[in-house]
Nanobody
Framework: QAQLVESGGGLVQPGGSLRLACAAS????????IGWFRQAPGKEREGVLC????????YYADSVKGRFTISEDNAKNTVYLQMNSLKPEDTAVYYC??????????????????WGQGTQVTVSS
């Protein structure tokens, strides 16, 4: 059975760092179709960081540019979201997802068809 499972969330102080993992099982994860999204209480789910092309081109939301990066471990069939210099406004449930390339490459919820269950990130002192 194909699954995406996020992990690594938790409580961190402002200015701290956290690394989220997105592990695929039942299929081989295609790094070039991965997107990371987040949803804060009372807000719409927003694209945070998305791989938009097979050359590794990456979209970053303005709010996370320079602080968040993505990487992969092919041997573990896993991708990671490294989050540095965390701010209270980064508090949200974070999701990884994959898209069908035929659906386009916009870093929007509608483009992505397979989703993990989400992991909570709380940034607070």
């Amino acid at each position: 059975q194909a699954q995406l499972v996020e992990s690594g969330g938790g409580l961190v102080q402002p200015g701290g760092s956290l690394r989220l993992a997105c592990a695929a099982s039942g299929f081989t994860l295609d790094y070039y179709t991965i997107g990371w999204f987040r949803q804060a209480p009372g807000k719409e789910r927003e694209g945070v960081l998305c791989i938009t092309d097979s050359d590794g081109s990456t979209y970053y939301a303005d709010s996370v540019k320079g602080r968040f990066t993505i990487s992969e471990d092919n041997a573990k069939n896993t991708v990671y979201l490294q989050m540095n210099s965390l701010k209270p406004e980064d508090t949200a449930v974070y999701y990884c997802a994959t898209r069908n390339p035929l659906a386009g490459n916009s870093c929007t919820r509608e483009t992505y068809d397979y989703w993990g269950q989400g992991t909570q990130v709380t940034v607070s002192s």
